[in-house]
């Protein structure tokens, strides 16, 4: 609402919704970040909601 512009307001809105769903996991989400960074070159691109927070392998 007051970020300056349309685009401002998606990077927000982007950020604060990582933000709640770390909190929501219970996930830090510094080391959230540094460990997803050092992976994801490992990961196929159909596998890559294995490195989203909270994710939790049902199978």
């Not at 604060?16 to 989400?29: I, T």
Request: hydrophobic share 35%; with cysteine.
């Amino acid at each position: 609402m007051f970020c300056g512009s349309h685009r401002a307001a998606q990077h927000a809105a982007i950020f604060l919704s990582f933000f709640g769903s770390c909190k929501l996991h219970g996930v830090n989400p510094r080391v959230w970040l540094e460990e997803t960074l050092s992976n994801i070159k490992e990961y196929k691109i159909n596998d890559l909601e294995e490195l989203l927070p909270g994710y939790q392998n049902e199978s």
